[in-house]
C-alpha cells in the first residue's frame, strides 16, 4: 500500500488541463492503486491524479459499490439534475452545494485501454464529474451555489 500526499487548494497541480494516457504501464497501474489506496485512506469517494500532483487524465470513484477507474474519461450523454452537498479531499473541512446532471454516460478507457462506457446516477455520477472536473483544472469551489460551509468536527 502506498499513499501519496494530496495536494490542496492553491497549488498549481490542481489547476492544470491533465494529459492523455497513451498507454498502460507499471507506471500506470501504480499510480491507480496508490490513487485507490490514498482515497479509501481518507475516507473519499473519489480522487483523481492531479490531486496527488500527477498530469494524467487518471481518477478512482468509489461510493460504496467498489472501485471505478477512469482512464482519459469523456461525457457521453447527461439528463436531468441533482442539487446537493459536495466535497473535495483537496479542500479540506469544507463542503459546498453544486448542480450537476442526476444520470451520466461516461466513456473511460479500461485497465486494457480498450474504450467502455458506464452510466452513473445519483452520488455516482455526481462524484465521477467531480472527478473528471480535476481533470481540467476545476474544482467544485468554482461551481458552488453561495457560500462553503465548515463541515463539522471531521
Ligand atoms: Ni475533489
Known sequence: MALRIIREIGEDCLRCVCKEVTEINPRILELI????????????????APQVGVRKRVAVVDVGDGPVVLINPEVVSAEGEQTGNEGCLSVPGKCGIVTRPMKVKVRTRNLDFEWEEIEGEELFARAMLHEMDHLDGVIYVDKVEGELQDVESQ
Open 33 to 48: 492503486e496508490d490513487l485507490k489506496d490514498t482515497m479509501y485512506n481518507a475516507d473519499g469517494v473519489g480522487l483523481a
